[in-house]
């Protein structure tokens, strides 16, 4: 699966400058939470200019690191667009995040400056040992009244465009993932592979100046800034941003702003099938689709949404290391199925051996491509360089119309008696039991066979759901040896900060349960 279509360089600094000429006062970013203050594109300009000069000021070099603790507002989009078209580094990390997380990376990091949000505590996290200047994020106005650092900036001419001090190669952005398998790894994408991911990202979701997307995911997660922050920049589309999620005001929102295309992983969406509201795709004229990404949606759970609320589901997927790799065009998806590699990207599924599989046959996604990232920032500040090829751990087949499909992932992976089972198989099977609200399968001890299948459900709230009613769904679907032997009522199942299901914490959990039995 390769797309031999070569990558384009653009600097942030140019994608800016060309926007603010085409477009103009019209609103690029909109903050739901902030009283729909809005940044258009002239500004984000002229902030960008203001911000370059701070920078520039302070001796600014490239690779020069600026740290960002903010949840999402209209100054956390200007600094983390400015910071870029300085030329320097802008680092982020998710204010939710462990406090003893943050501190670690604000010591791999090493930033000249961090801008923090007040209100948060994070302050309390200043090292007296750190060089790092700390100032507070503050409030930008497009008068004479903002605060903080968007006060300090603004004694600098926003129309003089200097030029970035950075090339293509220099670290560009620094974001932190999830921590699903272990503490947040830094992720370092350069400068060159910005442009390559803002423009696939809006060609896959086919943006337009007249899109507008809701999104209330953080701007933190490489997913975030791919799909509702570099792709409406590329195609001058509209945002309208919130802080978080809410699940009695995110359609409210759709209706208000007449958004084309919502944004929300699967977690989300299937809150709206175990509680509905009453809403269907008549009520959002203007609404084409859901882009749902971050982690898989079941094709269960897919169906039912656009069965009860009229509404397309599209699924796109990526990782980290590898930037977006496929999506659905737009509205036209295969339910079940992450669609096709997107613009510059180049995937293969590799065997165990390192050769290549057959159309249908399971191997390991391996992306390459200008859209990757350059490599990891450790905890202790080392950097490590990513090979060409990044293996993503992930299990996948394509099928005959050349459509991806993940099914599970390599450390995921349940060996019973020498033979492999994907436990999403399983999951899928256990979504489709009009009972069950939730469920994951995973892995456990077992003496004969190595290991044994067992699952966690989450019941609906007006079931009456017995193991032997599971179990025997099951047996309908499955081999004998996919087939759960035992299961386990939750009223949740953990997930992390991205809705991202965490099968260690699964396994943790029943040898926690079992230990204590014993």
Known sequence: MQNSQKSVYKSVRSIIAEQAKTYGSKPYMVSIDQEEKELSYENLFRLGN????????????????????????????????????????????????????????????????????????????????????????????????????FSAISDFDDQQDIDEVCSADDIAVIFYTSGTESKPKGVMQTHSAVWPNYDATAECVRLNNKSRIVDCRSYT??????????????????????????????????????????VAVPTILNMFLNKPIKINAKELPHLQFIMTSSAPMLPENWRKFEEKYGIIISQSAGCSEGGLMCSHLGPNRKIGTIGFPLKYQTIRLLDKNGKEVSEGTPGQIVVSGPQKSWGYLHPDGRVEQLPLEHQTGDLGKIDEDGHLTVVGRLKDLIIRGGVNISPIEIDDILSQHPDILDAAACGIPNKIYGEEVVCYVIPRETADLSTENVISHCRKFLAPFKTPKQVIFVEKLPKNQRGKLDRKKLASMWKRQNMAKN
Do not use: C
Not at 238 to 252: E, G, I, L
């Open 221 to 262: 997660w490489l997913s975030s800034q791919n799909m509702s922050l570099g792709g409406p920049l590329a195609r001058g589309a509209t945002v309208y941003m919130a802080k978080r999620f809410s699940r009695t005001r995110y359609f409210d929102w759709i209706k208000k702003y007449k958004a084309t295309m919502g």
């Open 50 to 149: 203001q911000i370059a000069l701070f920078l520039a000021a302070r001796g600014l070099k490239a690779n020069d690191r600026v740290l960002m603790l903010s949840e999402n507002s209209i100054e956390f989009i200007a600094v983390f667009l400015g910071v870029q078209r300085s030329g320097g580094t802008i680092a982020t990390a998710n204010v939710e995040m462990n406090r003893s997380h943050i501190s670690e990376i604000l010591g791999a990091v090493n930033p000249s400056l961090v801008l923090v949000q007040e209100g948060l505590g994070l302050e309390r996290l200043k090292n007296p040992n750190m060089a790092a200047e700390w100032m507070p994020l503050g409030n930008w106005q497009p008068n004479d009244t903002s605060s903080g650092f």
